[in-house]
């Protein structure tokens, strides 16, 4: 008899501990404001792909590569040496 009543016990306190949580979702997600994500996307994304759109590609000389991988074989040499 104990047995049953201590599980009914836990299983109205399991209840009540998930309304709470429930609720407290509920409430939180009501205080956060309303974003308009097509005007967020108009003003981050668009103005982006815009400064993108006339960037002009450049060919890199082939000093300029070379200096380059250099660059990447000495940080890798140096990393290499760290550990």
């Not at 016990?9 to 409430?27: E, S």
């Not at 590569?65 to 990393?79: G, P």
């Amino acid at each position: 008899m104990a047995s049953r009543r201590g599980f009914f016990k836990k299983l109205a306190l399991g209840g009540a501990a998930l309304t709470t949580a429930g609720a407290t979702v509920k409430f939180a997600d009501s205080m956060m404001p309303d974003v308009d994500l097509q005007a967020a996307y108009k003003n981050d994304v668009e103005p982006g792909d815009a400064i993108l759109a006339q960037r002009e590609y450049v060919l890199m000389s082939k000093e300029e590569k070379e200096s380059m991988v250099q660059m990447f074989i000495d940080d890798y040499e140096k990393n290499k040496t760290e550990t």
